[in-house]
């Protein structure tokens, strides 16, 4: 069974639309994560929610919102997509709040966001 | 602030030789927790080792070991007897204990060669 799913696993789409991106971990994981890839491998965090509150969100245009309806989906949606935006976008999750080794993060296989 | 730093954008290994991947990290913090993450072509993130910054013994998984210097902040990770399917983008990985927020590296392009 696939512990967390990201769909879709491709996007592609013109500039200015708004797109979302589902994601659920069937691993009773309490955290949830949004990393961006860019084009050159950097792999930064976006956002994190614990027990469906928000508790990380780094510098990220407002375009983008994560929304949490329980603790096993976090969807990112993006509005009015820019060029800049075309990267893969990872969901990841983990047990707890870091405190030992089993909150590592577990990925999904990332979703490829292609702006035209 | 903390920062991840691989200074080997790319290396290269031959099939069953040993390569030794490197990572340094800056923090002023004492616990902690550090990872090897591997990325291949089907770009699936995988962890590969962890090690926990209070252990002086370093981790090993198999064929995949590191050499963690706590003083120095160096986490380099050690790969025995390459495959080709070892071949990927490796990342290394920091976690403050208690903290939500992962940070890495640039990555390290791993080529094996038959």
């Known amino acids: 069974d696939t512990a967390v799913s990201q769909t879709p696993k491709y996007l592609v789409t013109q500039m200015g639309n708004d797109k979302s991106i589902k994601c659920e971990q069937n691993l009773g994981h309490d955290t949830m994560y949004w990393y961006k890839q860019d084009s050159k491998k950097f792999l930064k965090i976006m956002f994190s929610?614990?027990?469906?509150?928000?508790?990380i969100n780094e510098t990220v245009p407002n375009r983008f919102s994560p929304k949490s309806p329980d603790k096993a989906h976090l969807n990112l949606h993006i509005n009015s997509l820019e060029l800049g935006d075309s990267a893969v976008y990872f969901c990841?999750?983990?047990?707890?709040?870091?405190?030992?080794?089993?909150?590592?993060?577990?990925f999904g296989p990332g979703t490829r966001l292609t702006v035209l | 602030a903390q920062t991840v730093t691989q200074s080997q954008p790319e290396m290269s290994v031959q099939e069953a030789e040993t390569v030794t991947l490197s990572c340094t990290y800056d923090t002023s913090e004492s616990d902690y927790y550090l990872f090897w993450y591997k990325q291949p072509p089907s770009r699936q993130m995988i962890l590969v080792i962890r090690?926990?910054?209070?252990?002086?013994q370093n981790a090993t998984e198999n064929r995949f070991s590191v050499n963690f210097q706590k003083a120095a902040k160096s986490f380099s990770l050690k790969i025995s007897d390459s495959q080709l399917g070892d071949a990927a983008m490796y990342f290394c990985?920091?976690?403050?204990?208690?903290?939500?927020?992962?940070?890495f590296g640039a990555g390290t392009r791993l080529f094996v060669k038959a």
């Open positions: 990841a999750s983990s047990r707890g709040q870091g405190r030992s080794t089993q909150d590592t993060q577990y």
């Open positions: 090690q926990e910054a209070y252990k002086q």
């Open positions: 929610y614990n027990n469906k509150e928000l508790i």
């Open positions: 990985a920091y976690r403050i204990t208690g903290g939500f927020k992962t940070i």
